[in-house]
């Protein structure tokens, strides 16, 4: 179990998180609603998070995140636009 937190760099406005399944479907698990907001989320090790722009329908990624469980039980992580590399 990691204990994570998402703060939005992302993006001025709300940004959207999502789990990512093992069937690759994105399953919504919270927003962080402006620049420097926070998520927090008990998670696990291997689980993967995507993070969209809220209301966008074109499917375009913000960023992506693998927890990792090396990083320890309690984790801070900043989300920027990597929008480019995605």
């Given amino acids: 179990e990691v204990d994570i937190q ?3 760099h992302a993006s001025d406005g709300p940004v959207d998180v999502f789990w990512v399944d093992s069937d690759e479907g994105h399953v919504h ?3 962080m609603q ?5 998520l927090s989320l008990t998670s ?3 689980h993967s998070f995507v993070f969209k722009k ?3 329908d074109d499917g ?3 960023n992506r995140h693998i927890v990792d469980k ?6 801070n992580h ?6 480019e590399e995605l």
């Fill in 44 to 46: 696990y090790h291997g």
């Fill in 29 to 31: 698990v919270g927003s």
């Fill in 70 to 75: 090396s990083f320890g039980s309690t984790q």
């Fill in 78 to 83: 900043q989300i920027e636009d990597k929008s």
């Fill in 60 to 62: 375009s990624l913000l």
């Fill in 54 to 56: 809220s209301g966008a």
């Fill in 6 to 8: 998402f703060t939005n």
């Fill in 34 to 38: 402006k620049a420097g907001a926070t």
